[in-house]
């Protein structure tokens, strides 16, 4: 074990690198990275063919933005072309030895693959994470993401069984059993997404059991927004009364960024990737502290390994020292929202994240809501968006008074007009995994 070995507060030296080390790191490893995709990836070989670029031509870091950025959309034709593995994949097919699936809602599922040296990596990192947040040997540590197919619950098990923790590989399902195996072998940490946290502290409280008398102390969410969303936090701090930090990581990268005890933003693992923050809609740089697209480039991996992969989440960097010591750039807010999730009512740009903060923090709502797009709030003959319609969760008869506050603060906060519609307590359904947020009802 790593801190603890050395006495310091760090799973690993680099967290404190100077940006002039950590700079000159990531060009070495950028190099060699480029130089070992253009060998053994069919496609980044195709490309960059196409451009005219060798990897021998990279001088520096701002030279990486001359290449062409890769979105979903791409790999998954890929995948139509080159099945079922596309030409991507960038190790020999022995040296595979785990594979994740994207959860195909949007299309086919998508495969990412593992060797060896890439789950030890992913492993290290999560153990990073965890180190970060306070988690010891000591802990017992209930694993609340799910397992089947989902890339969550095994990397977050690998991660805390480095630290040396006590794992309970417990997933994403039989709330009461989880409620039950948490108070009888005395978890003391956890992770899950915020959906499925909140819905055991509700079952919980229903059979009497609150969370608050548990000895969990600390949560890791992340699948979804909610840790970086200040009431969702709150609201699961309250309910379990442990400390919420914020998680945030993709399939194709595993994990993306952290919050370490001060819970003041993501640290970014900028030795394992490169983090550019652009413009949704040109591609250019914006300057840190700005809201922009982020892109990422692995620095080290070998089976999938992907350059200036076009996350679309929009987020802030900053790049200035963490009070911890850390160093890495962090994100504050966590991921503000999705370039493709954005809404945009009469032209304010909202995100979903923004409404969530305003309904969890309005008295008599329990926090369950639906933003609902249908005819009531768009325009026939444009399409465009004339105002929010909000499906919230009432307290039992706060109804009424919900609908006239939540409307009012919407029109006050978010300056757009909003149509709240009040349900009973329990008519929205709850969910074990990633919560949607957004319905269209047209």
């Not at 969370?211 to 609201?235: D, F, H, M, S, Y």
């Not at 809404?343 to 304010?348: D, E, I, Q």
């Amino acid at each position: 074990m790593r801190g603890a070995r050395d006495g310091t507060p760090y799973w690993s030296d680099v967290e404190t690198w100077s940006r002039d080390r950590l700079e000159t790191y990531q060009l070495k490893a950028l190099r060699r990275q480029l130089t070992y995709v253009g060998e053994h990836s069919e496609y980044y070989r195709r490309i960059w063919a196409d451009i005219g670029f060798e990897p021998a031509d990279l001088q520096s870091l701002d030279d990486l933005r001359h290449l062409p950025t890769l979105r979903k959309a791409d790999y998954v034709a890929d995948l139509e072309s080159a099945g079922p593995w596309g030409s991507l994949r960038a190790a020999h097919p022995d040296d595979i030895v785990r594979v994740h699936f994207s959860s195909g809602t949007t299309a086919a599922p998508t495969p990412v693959c593992w060797t060896q040296a890439d789950l030890d990596r992913w492993a290290d990192l999560y153990a990073r994470a965890a180190y970060s947040q306070g988690v010891r040997r000591s802990d017992v540590y209930q694993v609340l993401f799910g397992f089947a197919w989902f890339v969550g619950g095994l990397g977050a098990a690998q991660g805390y069984a480095r630290i040396g923790c006590t794992v309970i590989p417990g997933g994403s399902g039989d709330t009461e059993r989880q409620i039950a195996v948490m108070s009888a072998y005395g978890t003391t940490a956890v992770s899950g997404t915020p959906s499925f946290v909140l819905h055991l502290a509700e079952t919980a409280e229903r059979l009497g059991r609150p969370l608050t008398e548990n000895k969990v102390t600390r949560i890791q969410v992340g699948g979804e927004p909610g840790g970086c969303i200040p009431e969702t936090r709150a609201a699961i701090e309250r309910r379990w009364g442990a400390k919420v930090f914020d998680g945030y990581g993709s399939l194709e990268f595993q994990p993306v960024a952290w919050e370490c005890e001060y819970q003041a933003g993501g640290h970014i693992p900028e030795d394992f990737a490169l983090a550019e923050v652009v413009d949704a809609e040109t591609g250019a740089p914006v300057p840190d502290g700005q809201p922009g697209v982020l892109v990422l480039t692995h620095l080290d991996k070998q089976a999938t390994p992907l350059v200036r992969w076009w996350t679309g989440d929009v987020v802030v960097r900053d790049p200035t020292p963490c009070a911890c010591g850390r160093t890495l750039s962090r994100l504050p807010g966590g991921v503000l929202g999705r370039a493709d999730d954005m809404l945009v009512v009469r032209g304010v740009n909202l995100f979903p994240s923004a409404v969530e903060n305003l309904v969890r923090s309005t008295p008599g709502a329990t926090g369950e809501h639906r933003i609902v797009i249908d005819r009531d709030v768009t325009d026939p003959q444009t399409g465009y968006l004339t105002g929010l319609k909000l499906r919230v969760e009432t307290e039992d008869g706060a109804g009424p008074a919900v609908a006239d506050r939540l409307a009012h603060r919407v029109r006050a906060e978010l300056t757009v007009r909003a149509v709240v519609e009040p349900v009973p307590h329990g008519s929205l359904e709850r969910t074990t995994h990633k919560a949607r947020r957004v319905v269209r009802e047209m």
